[in-house]
C-alpha cells in the first residue's frame, strides 16, 4: 500500500471547519456513568476453578453460612468447581431501581476458564462503598482451554474472563442535582477555546444574550431555570444546535509499530529539499575445492571465494514548496518512494529542520 493509499483516503473527510451537533462534543456536567465493583464467587466449573486457594475456602464457607449451613474448622471443600472473580460495570446516569446492567466477570486467582460457570449472587458497590446493584447469573466466555497429559496446551483469547449480559439489577439510583444546580454547565470532550466560544455563541443566539458564557477552554457555563422538566426541555435543545467547530491543531501521528500514518487537514511544511536513498552492501561467500593433477603429490584443498558488491538507490533532491496542505505533503514524499518506515524517518527530519508545522506524536 503506497503512502497516497495511507492517507489520501482521508481527504475526502477532512476540512478547515465543520457544522457538529453540540452533544457529538462533550456533555453536562454531573451527567456521567459511575463504576460498580464486586467480589465474588463463580461455582459450577468443570474443574478449572481455583483449586484450595484460602481465600476461595474462606469465601465458600462465608457462602455456605448465608444459608445457615455452617462447615467445620477442619473441613476444606474440593473447589476445583469453583473460583474467586472480581465483578465490573457502569451505572448510566438516571439509572433507575430495577433496570439491568451487562456485567464483566474476571478471575483474581489460579482458575484455568470460568467457561460453564454461574455466578453467585453478589452486591456491586459504588466508591462510596454503597450497594448499587446486586449480580446474579451464567458466564458467557469467548476464550477457551485445552490441556494434555504431557503438559501441552492451548489458549485461545482469554478464557478466565466473561461477561453476563443483564447480569446485574439496579437496586438504589444516582442523585445527579442537575435539577437544582445554580446553573448548568457543558464541557468539550477536547479543550479548544474557539469552539467554546462557538457553542456558547449558538447558546445565546438562540436562547437570548447572556445565557451562556465561555469560562475556559473546557467550559460553558449556562444560566438555567430551576426544575427537572424545564431543565430537561432546555439541554434537549441545546445538545441539537448545530455549530462550526474549529479547525483542529496541526498533528501528524505515526504508530511506529504498524506503520500507519496519520496527518490532518492541518499540517503545513515550510520550504525544504528532501532526498532519500538506500546504501545496500551485498556479500556473497562460496567455496570451491582444489583438486591437484593426479601423480602430482598435491592435496585436495578447499578455497574460499567471496564477492564483495555495493548496491545504491539513487534519488533525485525533492524540493517542497512553502505552505503546502496535506494532498501536497503526501503527493511529495510518495514522489521519493518512500515506504511507511522511511517516512517516520523523513517526518521527524522536517519536525528537526523546522520546516514541519505540526505537532509530530509518535506512538
Known amino acids: 500500500m503506497t503512502i497516497a493509499a495511507l492517507v489520501l483516503g482521508m481527504l475526502s473527510l477532512a476540512a478547515p471547519a465543520s457544522a457538529d451537533r453540540i452533544k457529538d462534543l462533550g456533555g453536562f456536567q454531573g451527567i456521567r456513568s459511575n463504576q460498580l465493583t464486586g467480589y465474588g464467587i463463580v461455582v459450577g466449573l468443570p474443574g478449572t476453578g481455583d483449586d484450595n486457594l484460602e481465600y476461595t475456602i474462606q469465601s465458600m464457607k462465608a457462602v455456605a453460612s448465608r444459608f445457615g449451613l455452617q462447615l467445620p474448622a477442619n473441613v476444606n471443600p474440593g473447589l476445583k468447581n469453583a473460583a474467586v472473580v472480581i465483578i465490573t460495570a457502569d451505572l448510566p446516569p438516571f439509572a433507575k431501581p430495577g433496570q439491568k446492567l451487562d456485567i464483566t466477570v ?4 489460579k482458575a484455568k476458564s470460568l467457561r460453564g460457570g454461574a455466578l453467585i449472587l453478589t452486591p456491586l458497590l459504588g466508591a462510596d462503598g454503597q450497594i448499587y446493584a446486586m449480580a446474579q447469573g451464567n458466564l458467557a466466555v469467548g476464550g477457551l482451554g485445552a490441556e494434555g497429559k504431557d503438559g501441552s ?30 446553573g448548568l454547565t457543558y464541557n468539550l470532550a477536547r479543550a479548544d477555546f474557539t469552539t467554546a466560544q462557538n457553542v456558547a455563541a449558538a447558546i445565546n443566539s438562540r436562547l437570548g444574550a447572556g445565557t451562556a458564557q465561555a469560562t475556559d477552554a473546557i467550559s460553558v457555563s449556562i444560566r438555567a431555570p430551576v426544575g427537572g422538566d424545564v431543565r430537561a426541555t432546555l439541554m434537549s435543545e441545546i445538545e441539537n444546535l ?11 501521528i505515526v504508530n511506529a509499530r504498524t506503520g500507519t ?10 520550504t525544504a529539499a528532501i532526498t532519500h536513498g538506500k546504501l545496500t ?12 593433477a593426479p601423480f602430482s603429490k598435491g592435496e585436495t584443498t578447499k578455497e574460499q571465494k567471496s564477492a564483495v558488491g555495493v548496491d545504491e538507490e539513487k534519488h533525485p533532491i525533492f524540493l517542497i514548496e512553502p505552505g503546502p496542505r496535506l494532498s501536497d505533503v503526501v503527493k511529495a514524499i510518495n514522489a521519493i518512494g518512500a515506504s511507511p518506515a522511511d517516512l517516520v524517518a523523513i517526518l521527524e527530519a522536517l519536525k528537526e529542520a523546522g520546516a514541519l508545522k505540526a505537532e509530530l506524536i509518535i506512538l
Open 153 to 182: 496446551q492451548i489458549v485461545v483469547n482469554i478464557p478466565s474472563a466473561g461477561r453476563i449480559p443483564d447480569g446485574a439489577t439496579v437496586e438504589r439510583a444516582v442523585q445527579t442535582g442537575f435539577e437544582n444546580t445554580p
Open 106 to 109: 474476571a478471575s483474581m486467582g
Open 261 to 270: 500514518v496519520v496527518i490532518n487537514s492541518s499540517v503545513r511544511v515550510g
Open 242 to 252: 448545530d455549530i462550526v467547530s474549529a479547525e483542529p491543531s496541526a498533528r501528524v
Open 281 to 292: 552492501v551485498r556479500i556473497d561467500e562460496s567455496e570451491r575445492v582444489s583438486q591437484p
